[in-house]
């Protein structure tokens, strides 16, 4: 069966960088004043030379989301299970090779945070965890998400990359989406970030949506780490994947992440600088190629960012986050994934949303009624 990665190996890196740093003008407004574009199109966005048209892109990406989404932004929490984790990857604090102490919540545990942030009102919230088969495994996943069912209307989960079988299992017991990210497409330099473990595999993950959408999950997220390999390239090929996925699995919906790194304990530094306009470029970028598609906006950025981010092109917000095992309740001193920026409760997001005529959604909804 085809997969992403045949379309995958017919793009190389050099190509596609020597394409968008080639781009001119004239190829930016014509992308500009499509209304339906292609991935080259995308690439001509992504460009230096895009960075010109900035105020007309922002303009139309804002246009677009209140078209497609109204004036709502859907607001999520993480709820992190455990830092266990068998991959050595160079910029993450759940690292294997970073000495320090691991923590796997017990079922008590997973309640005591679930009931935290149902109370604060969250129905919608993203399981984490750290990349570990045998202690954090599909048995223990699926077991959690039979706890949280009781708590949350709806779940989603970023793990390890699972088997098709396991991914039905989870879709059999009504997980919304499955986030997982590439970190680069950058084939050559991908075991430089991923030296040991499963993740070190770049074909099996590059081939894990293939399996979250042959298991039908209803949401599929996608992205990559901004910072680690050239950004422009980078977005190019996570463009192309998306545009494959949904012409394939066209039952799903889609969403794209933007984390950009952040300080964690043992982690390098980013590689390539994406600075804010440059980050607000590509957010625009991606809401022109796709109207439809949801992006979604993390606590990593700083709250005066994310309140300018909010009216541009994001749909989707995390609130109150925390990024360790146990950090709501049980163990708010357990390490961090990696540092936030936002720490803004969820009261302060709600109030500073309503303050821009943006209504704050808990749990998520039909965004068709919006067409």
């Known amino acids: 069966m085809k997969t992403f990665a045949d379309i995958f190996n017919q793009f190389q ?60 932004i859907f607001l999520y929490a993480p709820l992190y299970l455990s830092n266990e984790c068998k991959n050595i990857c160079t910029y993450c604090g759940f690292s294997f090779d970073n000495k320090i102490r691991r923590k796997t919540l017990t079922d008590n545990e997973i309640r005591k945070e679930a009931e935290f942030l149902k109370n604060k009102g969250f129905e919608h919230i993203l399981i984490v965890t750290g990349e570990d088969n045998q202690n954090v495994g599909i048995s223990y996943i699926a077991h959690a998400v039979d706890i949280l069912n009781e708590y949350f209307a709806n779940i989603s989960i970023e793990v390890q990359p699972l088997d098709l079988e396991e991914y039905k299992l989870l879709a059999d017991k009504n997980v919304y989406a499955v986030l997982v990210y590439q970190e680069t497409y950058n084939l050559q330099r991908y075991k430089t970030y991923h ?26 997220g996608l992205g990559v780490l901004l910072g680690l390999e050239d950004w422009r390239v980078d977005s190019f090929l996570t463009a192309l994947h998306l545009d494959y996925l949904q012409k394939k699995y066209w039952k799903s919906r889609y969403s794209i992440s933007f984390p950009r790194i952040r300080p964690a304990v043992g982690a390098i530094k980013e590689n390539i600088h994406i600075n804010d306009n ?36 994001f749909t989707t917000m995390s609130a109150e986050s925390k990024t360790n095992p146990g950090g709501y309740v049980v163990e708010p001193q357990s390490l961090e994934q990696f540092e936030i920026d936002d720490n803004r409760t969820l009261e302060e997001i ?22």
């Open 278 to 313: 440059e980050l607000i470029q590509l957010v625009c970028a991606y809401r022109l190629f796709n109207p439809d598609v949801e992006l979604s906006l993390s606590t990593r950025e700083r709250r005066e960012l994310r309140d300018k981010l909010v009216q541009i092109g």
């Open 350 to 371: 709600i109030a500073m949303l309503k303050n821009k005529g943006i209504e704050a959604v808990m749990k998520d909804w039909d965004y068709a009624l919006f067409d």
């Open 13 to 72: 890196w050099n190509e596609i960088s020597d394409f968008i740093y080639s781009v001119k003008p004239e190829n930016v407004e014509a992308a500009l004043n499509k209304s339906q574009l292609n991935v080259w199109d995308f690439a001509a966005l992504v460009s230096p030379e895009a960075k010109k048209f900035l105020p007309q892109m922002i303009e139309k990406s804002q246009s677009l989301t209140k078209q497609r989404f109204g004036k709502n």
């Open 195 to 220: 030296p040991k473990g499963k993740k070190s595999n770049f074909y099996y993950r590059l081939e894990t949506p293939d399996r979250i959408g042959m298991a039908e999950i209803h949401k599929i």
